[in-house]
Structure formats: structure tokens, C-alpha cells
């Protein structure tokens, strides 16, 4: 089993950054990939970026260039880094961890408010 804590999230100007984080407890061994989805209200899920066991990441195209997902494997945490956000940004991001094919775990969220 693994538990994932998000932090980070709140608010922020259009144009600014924020650098979430998600804090891996548990079978941290098992872990295959890591991710972080965001959610808006009356909006579908979207799967943001995307970094597996051997250090590849992906990215969705809407945020490519401007986010950057990363991972300090001493500290079992993974990162968000968000620059230039935009309002239409604003949603409920989302850490998720997974063990192969197996089971996918979920974060609680963490709020993130993009004002223009």
C-alpha cells in the first residue's frame, strides 16, 4: 500500500509559479510511475505529467515548456513545478502512484486558484 500527501497548492497570479508536492509512504519500492492529474469543477480529469521508475517524464501539451515534474527519491516526494500559470489552471491537482498494472493510488488533492 501506498500513501501520498499533496502540498503546496493556494494561490497564485496569472503568470506566476508555484512547485507542488507529493510525499510517497508505505511500499515506496513498488512504485512504478508517479503522476499528478488536476480536475476543474465541471471538467474531466487530465492527466498532467507523468514521471516513471527510470526517470522518463511526460507532459501533457497544454503544459509542456512551463511545468516540470521531478523527484527526490531520499526524501520519497515528488514534484510539480508550475510557471505561468493561467487562470483556466485553476483545479484540484492530484498525486498519483502506481505498482505496475496493479493498483493506482490517489493524494487527497491540493487546491490550486489562478486569479487573472
Known amino acids: 500500500q501506498v500513501q501520498l500527501v499533496e502540498s503546496g497548492g493556494g494561490w497564485v497570479q496569472a503568470g506566476g509559479s508555484l512547485r507542488l508536492s507529493c510525499a510517497a509512504s508505505?511500499?515506496?519500492?513498488?512504485?512504478?510511475?508517479m503522476c499528478w492529474y488536476r480536475q476543474a469543477p465541471g471538467k474531466q480529469r487530465e492527466l498532467v505529467a507523468t514521471?516513471?521508475?527510470?526517470?522518463?517524464?511526460n507532459y501533457a501539451a497544454s503544459v509542456k515548456g512551463r511545468f516540470t515534474i521531478s523527484r527526490d527519491n531520499d526524501k520519497n516526494t515528488v514534484y510539480l513545478q508550475m510557471n505561468r500559470l493561467k487562470p483556466e489552471e485553476k483545479a484540484v491537482y492530484y498525486c498519483?502512484?502506481?505498482?505496475?498494472?496493479?493498483?493506482?493510488?490517489w493524494g487527497q488533492g491540493t487546491q490550486v486558484t489562478v486569479s487573472s
Open positions: 498519483t502512484a502506481d505498482i505496475g498494472l496493479r493498483a493506482r493510488y
Open positions: 514521471i516513471t521508475n527510470d526517470g522518463s517524464t
Open positions: 508505505g511500499s515506496i519500492f513498488s512504485i512504478s510511475a
